[in-house]
């Protein structure tokens, strides 16, 4: 199980690990069920991970706009277990987790209480 906080201006935040060589660093990231993919990083903290060149893709934003984007391959910790995920690098100071990442989770947000509660989902 995840848990986390809603800070103040209402996003929820979970941590995660980056990997660079064998050290682990520890960065909050937002949950934002809005984006599909795995690690939105922010370019602030691209050095904290080991990351390749993976291939290029297209991700429609929120305003619609569609823009072409590299896609790395890198490794974090999540919920305890090391993971291969695909990062796509942003100019903004926020790092998104997106549904790929947490699509086999039940995820709880809290706003009254701030608190964010991520835990693995039963199959039915």
Known sequence: MIQGHVNEALEPIVEID???EEVMVIIPAIVDTGFSGYLCL???HADKMTMA???VERYELADGEVVTKDVFRGVI???G???KVDVILTASDDTLIGAS???EYQVA???PRRHVRMERGRAS
């Open 42 to 44: 922010s370019e602030r």
């Open 81 to 83: 277990q090391e993971q």
């Open 109 to 111: 947000i809290d706003y």
């Open 101 to 103: 990442l947490f699509k």
């Open 77 to 79: 910790r999540f919920d």
């Open 53 to 55: 060149f993976h291939h």
């Open 18 to 20: 980056l990997k660079r």
